[in-house]
């Protein structure tokens, strides 16, 4: 069993950056994936970016090259480091993990494929 905490959310101005953490315990055996969701009232959740074993990396192209996704050697942190943040980026920011599949093109994205999910942590961006 994996349990997720967020953390590092909050209020800042446009332009600005919040770093957001997510603390796993439980052992991410390999392959596994570790991705960031975002939600915002009366629409579907989103994929916002995800990492997997090796430390390949995936973005929705709505925050590339503004967020960068990481994680602790351990294994058992990632991080979310947000710049340059827009009033779009307005959301609540779920941390998720999946074990026993790295991630891929075409499932890191889709919420269906992740087991384990934290509580989520509010980012408000205002203009």
């Known amino acids: 069993q994996v349990q997720l905490v967020e953390s590092g959310g909050g209020s800042v101005q446009a332009g600005g950056s919040l770093r957001l953490s997510c603390a796993a315990s439980?052992?991410?055996?390999?392959?596994?994936?570790m991705g960031w969701f975002r939600q915002v009232p009366g629409k579907e959740r989103e994929g916002v970016a995800a990492?997997?074993?090796?430390?390949?990396?995936y973005y929705a192209d709505s925050v590339k090259g503004r967020f960068i996704i990481s994680q602790a050697n351990s294994k058992n942190s990632m991080y979310l480091q947000m710049n340059s943040l827009k009033p779009g980026d307005t959301a609540m920011y779920y941390c998720?993990?999946?074990?026993?599949?790295?991630?891929?093109?075409?499932?890191?994205?889709?919420?269906?494929?992740?087991?384990?999910w934290g509580q989520g942590t509010q980012v408000t961006v205002s203009s």
């Open positions: 998720a993990a999946r074990r026993g599949n790295a991630c891929d093109s075409g499932s890191w994205y889709a919420e269906r494929f992740f087991r384990y």
């Open positions: 439980g052992y991410m055996y390999s392959p596994y994936c």
């Open positions: 990492i997997s074993t090796g430390g390949n990396t």
